[in-house]
């Protein structure tokens, strides 16, 4: 799948994004949210970052699918998800070429 970069701030709190792209004629809307995720906001204090990043997605909307994991801060961790409904048609779209 190729790939376009797109700069997003780094500002506080979630990101809802919203990209409609126009690929050979054919038009497709892209739904991704950009959430940062603060390293003293895990439930178990833990040193193991690794834990603590699964900590917070294991309850995260079920609509959501993991996308991206950014570099991590002292303080957080940005975490790109993709609508599971684009996800797939993604999917589907790479099939058929």
């Known amino acids: ?6 700069p997003i701030p780094s500002l506080p709190g979630k990101q809802d994004i919203e ?3 126009t690929i050979n004629g ?4 892209l739904h ?3 959430e940062l ?3 003293g906001d895990c439930n178990i204090p833990t ?13 995260y909307d079920q609509d959501w699918k993991l996308y991206y994991i950014g570099a991590p801060t002292d303080d957080f961790v940005p975490v790109t998800f993709v609508k599971k409904e684009d996800w797939e048609k993604q999917r589907k779209l790479l099939t058929m070429s």
């Open 37 to 39: 995720f603060y390293w």
């Open 26 to 29: 054919q038009k497709q809307a």
């Open 47 to 59: 040193f193991d970052r690794v834990e603590c990043i699964q900590q917070h997605l294991a309850g």
């Open 32 to 34: 991704y949210r950009v």
């Open 1 to 6: 799948m190729a790939h376009i970069a797109i």
């Open 19 to 21: 990209i409609e792209v």
